[in-house]
């Protein structure tokens, strides 16, 4: 079976568990960006592991990344989340090649629920063990004038805790911080906020020396 049966698949599990009534909030939460055809994450995530079962135990990461964006071509946006979920699976497959694509899908029908995932997660694995590839992309990126690129320069690190390079970080957060974008400065509370866990004193000490203030030091001192 080709990707697009695989889908026609997924969705017609999909549909059969489907909630009419859920799909306004749904599409309200997410400002009306996406249609949805509501299914709530606990019923997706079951038919996913299901359905993830009938997939080839052999697909290659170029054929995780193929379908990946495949599902993102789809409508309505639990087939995004599948895409990033499945991409999570596979991530051992994953080589720095397959950045760009990556990269392809953090601006497909941007905002913060596939972004963040993105980022975090699906970035976060692939760059990790390629520390040598961290500033040229986190250069790329900021420079890119796209505010979803910027974000995963904040995020992507998110999970590293005693890993975090912190001078890329500080770097990142000191090029975007004059940015009043929302999303910009949740961000840069938020990528503070999580490395606080891990090094309190380094996120006190950037706050006062950047004089970071507003929404992203809110984010930040939560912990601390």
Known sequence: MNSKGHIAELRKYFEQVAVSEDVLPMETY????F???????????????????????????????ALSASLFEEEER??????????DKHNKKLK?????????????????????????????????????????CTEKWITSENIWLQRTALLFQLKYKQETDTKLLSNC?????????????????????????????YVR????DLKIEGLAAREASKYI
């Open 35 to 65: 249609t949805f055809l509501g299914v709530k994450s606990t019923p997706r995530k079951v038919i996913q592991r299901d359905w993830f079962k009938t997939l080839p135990q052999t697909l290659s990461g170029d054929e995780v990344i």
């Open 96 to 136: 720095h090649k397959h950045l760009t694509d990556i990269e392809e899908l953090i601006l497909s029908k941007s905002w913060w629920d596939t972004v963040d995932a993105l980022a975090a997660k699906i970035v976060g694995n692939l760059l990790q063990p390629h520390r040598e590839l961290w500033e040229n």
């Open 78 to 87: 639990e087939f995004q989340y599948t895409a990033i979920d499945l991409l």
């Open 30 to 33: 997410m400002k009306n960006q």
């Open 173 to 201: 957060i000191r090029n975007l911080m004059h940015d009043r974008q929302f999303f910009i400065q949740k961000a840069i509370g938020w990528s503070l906020r999580e490395y606080s866990k891990t090094n309190p004193d």
């Open 205 to 208: 000490q950037l706050l006062h």
